[in-house]
């Protein structure tokens, strides 16, 4: 009796570097990254930053090396274009949820022009009751899904801008920049409750993070469609995580110290986090105290063989 042919085994390749991903919505953030992922045959890779399957736009995707550094990311401030819908509310507080309440909405442009300002700057923010937020080891949704209450802690962020872009009753269109850890759905929530009408979140799009902007990502569906090297040349080098950090150029001895973890004078570097450099290749990073480098994270020498970008 002949068996089936032994499935071949899909050969993983070492891949450095960033990828600015335009999600489509209706797509898991994770989902997004696995298809971008194999589209490399890349061996290691993670997102930056979660975003709902409802909401689409940037979402920058670490590969191998640049993973050590994707906190930059996490931590830095985010742009988006929302659409609140006021009148009606929602279980989730988003497009998703069940509608637990409709009221008629009466507003003008003016009217919600006018709440704007009282939801900019630093806020107490209360988390939805559906988000991956732990609690006692289990995440917000799975108690929401089985009608447990449990204690939400209200967390700042801060609104640093805020504008109303388009009004098309009862739709809002918003420009929002935020900080990390802000719930765009209950800002939504908060607004509608403000104006007393109720609003939730009808659609979300990211349009920039950490100084990366939508005009510069690729679909996946153009990543899955382009040739190999294409596909490669659209990675930008791991160094583009750390541009905003001070540079500390190393010499060879200094370098080889630093990969072996050694810590480095660092003349001139305010105190803080700083990336250093032998040459233009990045070496790592690196925490500054009264002028000596302490490294944190270094990147790993490339095989020669590797294709991907450092």
């Known amino acids: 009796m002949i068996g089936n042919p032994p499935r071949t085994r899909r050969i993983r390749r070492r891949v450095d570097g960033v990828l600015l991903l335009d999600k ?5 953030s994770n989902a997004a990254l696995q298809r971008a992922k194999r589209a490399f045959d890349a061996e290691k890779a993670g ?16 590969f191998g090396e640049a993973t050590k550094f994707a906190q930059f990311l996490l931590d830095a401030t985010k742009r988006y274009t929302a659409t609140v819908r006021f009148g009606v509310t929602t279980t989730t507080g988003d497009a998703e949820g069940e509608i637990l309440e409709m009221r008629a909405v009466a507003l003008a ?23 991956a937020l732990k609690f006692e080891g289990r ?12 204690p939400r802690l209200a967390r700042e962020i801060e609104i640093l801008e805020l504008s109303l872009l388009a009004w098309n009753s009862p739709d809002a269109v918003l420009d929002v920049v935020c900080s990390k850890g802000t719930y765009i759905r209950v800002l ?16 979300l799009r990211r349009t920039a993070t950490g100084g990366f902007g939508i005009a510069d990502a690729v679909t996946l569906e153009r990543l899955e469609s382009m040739s190999g090297p294409d596909r490669d040349a659209a990675v930008l080098h791991t160094a583009t995580l750390l541009r905003d950090l001070p540079s500390l150029p190393l010499a060879t001895s200094e370098a080889v110290r630093f990969r072996q ?8 570097l305010p105190d803080g986090a700083c990336a250093a450099f032998a040459g233009e290749d990045l070496l790592g990073v690196a925490d500054v105290v ?3 480098a302490q490294p944190r994270r270094v990147v790993a020498t490339p095989p020669a063989s590797s294709d991907g970008r450092g």
């Open 261 to 268: 973890g050694g810590a480095v004078q660092a003349p001139g």
């Open 290 to 292: 009264a002028g000596l």
């Open 139 to 150: 995440s917000h949704y799975e108690y929401a899904r089985a009608g447990v209450s449990v």
């Open 47 to 62: 997102h930056t930053g979660t975003l709902d399957p409802l909401a689409s736009g940037l979402l920058p995707l670490c």
């Open 188 to 203: 939504a929530e908060d607004i509608g409750r403000a104006l007393g009408c109720g609003a939730h979140l009808a659609g």
């Open 109 to 131: 442009r003016s009217d919600v022009e006018s709440v704007l300002p009282d939801f900019t700057g630093l806020l107490a923010q209360i988390p939805p009751a559906y988000s």
């Open 24 to 28: 489509p919505p209706g797509l898991s």
